[in-house]
């Protein structure tokens, strides 16, 4: 990277939106009222392919419990203030409005990681090993109708990415990186067997049945306490085939033949 690159990232807008909401521009946060930042988190996560957004509908969605005039009225109100913090975050018309493509969105950042993870092909790239983009609630505490899907989107999307990274990690050797992930997976859907199952093939990759045991427990006993069932018959298989195969390791060692 070139001091000039550098220079030029320091300087891009940063939108964070996984944990909370926080500005930066010119490497300073800046403070926005909450019509605001309701219009960049709405342009940022919802429909993020859309090349722009209606005003209209925008102004509908944010608004709704208003009338049509003053509904477009708070619109241009937190057009204003957003223009006040940076003039090129937003890129508006008579009819539309779009976040610049400059500003750099941690949502954003994070869901091209996830297609890159998700993608049947391609080699780990060193960036994509990042578990930051991939953790965090989008907007917590955020009571918005329009916004409980796109969280719930985001998080499913951000936990299969992680169980793939565990995955790729493990393939690759690199054992405490995945469990890391797969860890992360968990905290994002603590009964997910999938996320249980890339920690236990952790453990029994690098050769500790008893550590995948442990963890196969700990979840037979969350998944019984809160829904009453059992792990699958397949997860419980593969932690027993571990735990035999590791067995048959020590025995054939020990033969004095």
């Known amino acids: 990277m070139t001091p000039g690159t550098r220079l030029l ?15 930066v521009v010119d490497g300073e946060p800046v ?4 019509h605001a930042q309701r219009v960049l988190a709405y342009l940022s996560v919802v429909q993020p392919s859309l090349p722009a957004h209606l005003r209209a509908g925008v102004a509908e969605q944010l608004w709704d419990e208003t009338s049509a005039e003053r509904s477009h009225a708070s619109l241009r109100t937190a057009l204003w203030r957003i223009r006040q913090a940076h003039p090129s975050l937003v890129h508006a018309s008579r009819e539309t409005l779009r976040m610049n493509d400059t500003v750099e969105v941690d949502v954003r950042r994070g869901m091209a990681q996830a297609r890159r993870l998700l993608a049947p092909q391609g080699e780990l790239q060193p960036a994509d090993a990042s578990l ?3 953790q965090g609630d989008l907007l917590p505490g955020w009571d918005e109708d329009w916004l409980l899907l796109e969280r719930e989107r985001v998080r499913q999307v951000q936990v299969h990415a992680l169980e793939a990274l565990a995955n790729r990690l493990r393939r690759l050797g690199r ?4 469990a890391e992930a797969a860890y992360a997976a968990i905290s994002h859907e603590p009964l997910r067997e999938s996320a249980h199952a890339a920690l236990i093939d952790v453990f029994l990759d690098e050769g500790n049945p008893a550590q995948a045991l ?3 427990k700990r979840y037979a006993q969350l998944l019984w306490s809160e829904l009453g069932i059992r792990p699958s018959p397949e997860l419980t298989g593969r932690v027993s085939a571990g735990a035999i195969d590791q067995r048959q390791i020590v025995l054939s060692a020990s033969d004095p033949r």
Do not use: K
């Open 9 to 23: 990232n320091s300087r891009t807008p940063r939108l964070s939106l996984l944990g909370g909401f926080c500005l």
């Open 31 to 34: 403070a926005l009222p909450i």
């Open 132 to 134: 930051h983009a991939l």
């Open 175 to 178: 054992h405490a990186e995945s």
């Open 214 to 216: 442990s963890q196969l």
